[in-house]
């Protein structure tokens, strides 16, 4: 607001979701019924549940009444009409794909474009769409700039793509490059944005070497307010602008309306490529659905639809990011370390150098991740050796980072519960030295994050 500098949250509340606030004593115990896994609590038993930002924003009035509005019917529905108009104003690509979420978008164009012999460049693949890429054969390789890998430096643009390397790959590999990813915001690598440079930067080389690019734009909204923050020939222009921009160099998308689509469900996949589009709808029916609904609900459609016009409102976007910015902010100024400068949709404590008593294969993250929720009844997730630690062997080897990702739900807190993590966060921060690490005493082949049982050592 002009001439005040407090920055509101740009709505209120209408329908309210009472806490339950566990004690201390009985969070110990429900600890130890998980297995010291925080997937496995109940999220009646979280207090504030940071686990992910993924489906579990707050829709606006405006989003119930268009789920009202919502038509079933199987072909042609008013609601896919709403929902084509609603991503075509911002993304106009030739074909519209409807998916129940973005790994099906996934699913769907690796299973057509991959396949053995194959190999797809990426800024960073996110964990599903790395997972998609192997699954049907080919190799995923991540060429984010050296600045993204290192949580402690500064940069404004992290999640930008190492042209250099890309070019390299191209060069030695260009056959079997089907298409370039480009990952707005840069989830995997801290929530980094991309800059509209570099992605003009990564067109001119797909230009060169005749491949498309493809963005996995989950975040793109997140991504187009830091480019109008950030990049110096981008300010005071619209985000609306930005965002017909960032599309306007792309040869499709995929897309999971859980985050920027501010819906509970949905995604989707487009391109411009007439007979890739026709495979891809053929795949669509089989898994999916017709393709006017895909996977989704006549009235998800019309949530998604709705969803979109907020996004890129300009006071929305002020406020979520200077939230999670907020967060980071008044840990940092704590020396909590973190990945630096937060990204959109979270922050990423750093666990290797809070807790450096605790080596990597004693899960540094996981017992950060265990003690918030211990101590302030805190959901957040680790992202570290627990995660990816285990290689296909069985061995173990240390994750290259140990973070604890707390992601902000959208719409969801308020300043209040932000000050109350704040005061947990510090809390544990300050008896650090007291935490020990962890073991694993039961664990699945893959993804073992899920569903693996700990215990403290
Ligand atoms: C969440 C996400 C996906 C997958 O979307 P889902 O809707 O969870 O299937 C893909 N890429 C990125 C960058 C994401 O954040």
Redesign the pocket.
């Known amino acids: 607001m002009e001439g005040f500098s407090t920055i509101i949250e740009p709505f209120r509340v209408k329908s309210v979701e009472p806490l339950r606030l566990t004690t201390r004593a009985e969070r110990e115990e429900l600890l130890g019924k998980a297995g010291y896994n925080l997937f496995a609590l109940a999220s009646d038993d979280v207090i504030i549940d940071l686990l992910t930002d993924?489906?579990t924003g707050a829709m606006s009035a405006e989003q119930w009444a268009a789920l009202q509005r919502g038509d079933e019917s199987y072909a042609g529905s008013p609601s896919w009409f709403r929902f084509e108009a609603a991503v075509k104003a911002l993304f106009p690509f030739a074909h519209l794909i409807p998916t129940h979420?973005?790994?099906?978008a996934?699913k769907i164009l690796f299973s057509v474009v991959g396949g053995k012999g194959k190999v797809i460049p990426n800024n960073t693949h996110?964990d599903?769409?790395r997972a998609n890429v192997e699954h049907s054969g080919a190799e995923a390789v991540d060429l984010v700039i050296p600045e993204g890998k290192d949580p402690a430096l500064r940069h404004p643009f992290k999640g930008n793509m190492d042209v250099g390397a890309l070019t390299r790959l191209l060069e030695a590999r260009k056959g079997e490059v089907p298409l370039v990813m480009v990952?707005i915001?840069?989830?995997?690598g801290g929530g980094q944005p991309v800059s509209l440079e570099n992605l003009r930067a990564v067109r001119a080389v797909c230009d060169r070497f005749q491949v498309p690019l493809f963005l996995?734009a989950?975040?793109f909204a997140e991504n187009a307010w830091f480019i109008r923050e950030r990049e110096e020939a981008q300010r005071g222009r619209s985000i609306k602008e930005i965002v017909r921009d960032i599309a306007a160099l792309a040869d499709g998308m995929?897309m999971?309306?859980?985050?920027d689509g501010l819906a509970n469900i949905?995604?989707w996949l487009a391109m411009n490529d007439g007979a890739l589009a026709q495979k891809c709808r053929e795949l669509l029916i089989l898994t999916e659905g017709f393709p006017t609904y895909g996977g989704l609900a006549g009235r998800d459609l019309d949530a998604i639809a709705q969803g979109l016009s907020e996004v890129v409102d300009e006071s929305y976007l002020r406020y979520r990011v200077r939230a999670v910015e907020y967060l980071a902010d008044k840990l940092c100024a704590a020396g909590v370390p973190m990945v630096e400068p937060p990204g959109g949709h979270a922050v990423y404590l750093d666990a290797k150098r809070m807790l450096r008593h605790i080596p990597p294969l004693q899960y540094p993250g996981q017992a950060l991740a265990v003690e918030l929720y211990r101590e302030g009844g805190i959901r957040g997730c680790e992202i570290g050796t627990a995660m990816f630690g285990k290689r296909p062997d069985g061995s173990e080897q240390p994750a290259a980072m140990e973070l604890v990702r707390l992601a902000m739900p959208r719409r969801v807190y308020t300043q209040s519960h932000v000050d109350f993590v704040v005061e947990a966060v510090l809390h544990v921060f300050a008896r650090r030295e007291s935490l020990r690490g962890m073991r694993i005493v039961e664990q699945p082949a893959s993804l073992r994050h899920f569903t693996a049982r700990f215990a403290p050592l």
């Not at 979420?101 to 099906?104: D, T």
């Open positions: 993924s489906g979420q973005g790994r099906a996934e996110f599903t769409t990952t915001t840069n989830n995997s996995d989950c975040r995929t999971s309306a859980k985050k949905g995604g």
